[in-house]
């Protein structure tokens, strides 16, 4: 089994940075993504990194302002956010895939507030 546990999350003024943390215990993963729900909207897909090669993906909503990266030694994958808008606020979580082609483990998510 996958455990996910998010933090980081937390309330900034619009322009503002934060930095969310994923760590990742049990079995190992073929990839992390971070996804993002807002009130009243669907979740959709922030960024993700494949563990091994370290290769990394972005929604263009983000693109430019968050970067993802991983610390090997602490299992822990990292989402940096600057720049923030008030659309980004949301729930925002991690995920796992084993490399099945779905994102089956999930953690509990970390609240992410923009003022404006």
């Known amino acids: 089994q996958v455990q996910l546990v998010e933090s980081g999350g937390g309330l900034v003024q619009a322009g503002g940075s934060l930095r969310l943390s994923c760590a990742a215990s049990?079995?190992?993963?073929?990839?992390i993504a971070w996804f993002r729900q807002a009130p009243g909207k669907e979740r959709a897909f922030v960024g993700s990194?494949?563990?091994?090669?370290?290769?990394?993906d972005y929604a263009g909503s983000v693109k430019g302002r968050f970067s993802i990266s991983r610390d090997n030694a602490k299992n822990t994958v990292y989402l940096q956010m600057n720049s923030l808008k008030s659309e980004d606020t949301a729930v925002y979580y991690c995920?796992?895939?084993?490399?099945?082609?779905?994102?089956?483990?999930w953690g509990q998510g970390t609240q992410v507030t923009v003022s404006s």
């Open positions: 995920a796992g895939t084993r490399g099945y082609g779905n994102y089956d483990y």
């Open positions: 049990g079995r190992d993963v073929y990839a």
């Open positions: 990194i494949v563990w091994s090669s370290g290769r990394i």
